[in-house]
T-cell receptor
Framework: NAGVTQTPKFQVLKTGQSMTLQCAQD?????MSWYRQDPGMGLRLIHY???????DQGEVPNGYNVSRSTTEDFPLRLLSAAPSQTSVYFC??????????????FGPGTRLTVL | DQQVKQNSPSLSVQEGRISILNCDYT??????FLWYKKYPAEGPTFLIS?????DKNEDGRFTVFLNKSAKHLSLHIVPSQPGDSAVYFC????????FGQGTELSVKP
């Protein structure tokens, strides 16, 4: 099992450009989510999905879109990048979000810089 | 409005001593609490969790305590080892997982 994979590892964008951060998992997990990590802010939930075809907003959804057409993939789209979106992005998955025994597995992260 | 708070951004402890990391929350609907550990340039990894119906859970050197009346949880690491140096995030679960800001633990030999 590869677990949770994210591409790219690093990305530099100019303000206004668009891009898609890819996330895939091979554990047949229903629940997937995107977080951003910023200094002093911890991990903040952007969007999450409880299964294919179902997505919902987290704490900081503005400027980001997601879709979940398959169980395996959960891409995060930046439609018009802004410097405030400079951050490290983590994708995570779990069988079920409820229950402390069902842990979330995180990908290695994508470091995004918007100039 | 931060529902999960870790008020200490950093903690330094001597090897062999106890490390105590603290976390406060505001939402009484949270039903599970978890601790994650994160090394630089890696994703967070699960460490230990506790259900809201319990007040203590132990796993080797790691123990999590939950005080529901105070809406407070803590992670105890005994004895602390240099390899424990990392950022520790507490998280709380309802229908989604909410994280605190993290505490950077440094264990000095």
């Amino acid at each position: 099992n590869a677990g949770v994979t994210q591409t790219p590892k690093f990305q530099v964008l100019k303000t206004g450009q668009s891009m898609t951060l890819q996330c895939a998992q091979d554990m047949n997990h229903e629940y997937m989510s995107w977080y951003r990590q910023d200094p002093g802010m911890g991990l903040r939930l952007i969007h999450y999905s409880v299964g294919a075809g179902i997505t919902d907003q987290g704490e900081v959804p503005n400027g980001y879109n997601v879709s979940r057409s398959t169980t395996e993939d959960f891409p995060l789209r930046l439609l018009s990048a802004a410097p405030s979106q400079t951050s490290v992005y983590f994708c995570a998955s779990s069988y079920n979000v409820l229950g402390g025994t069902d842990t979330q597995y995180f990908g290695p992260g994508t470091r995004l810089t918007v100039l | 409005d931060q529902q999960v708070k870790q008020n200490s951004p950093s903690l330094s402890v001597q090897e062999g001593r106890i490390s105590i990391l603290n976390c406060d929350y505001t939402n009484s609907m949270f039903d599970y609490f978890l601790w994650y550990k994160k090394y630089p340039a890696e994703g967070p990894t699960f460490l230990i969790s506790i259900s809201s119906i319990k007040d203590k859970n132990e796993d080797g050197r790691f123990t999590v305590f939950l005080n529901k009346s105070a809406k407070h949880l803590s992670l105890h690491i005994v004895p602390s080892q240099p390899g424990d140096s990392a950022v520790y995030f507490c998280a709380a679960s309802a229908e989604k997982l909410i994280f605190g800001q993290g505490t950077e633990l440094s264990v000095k030999p």
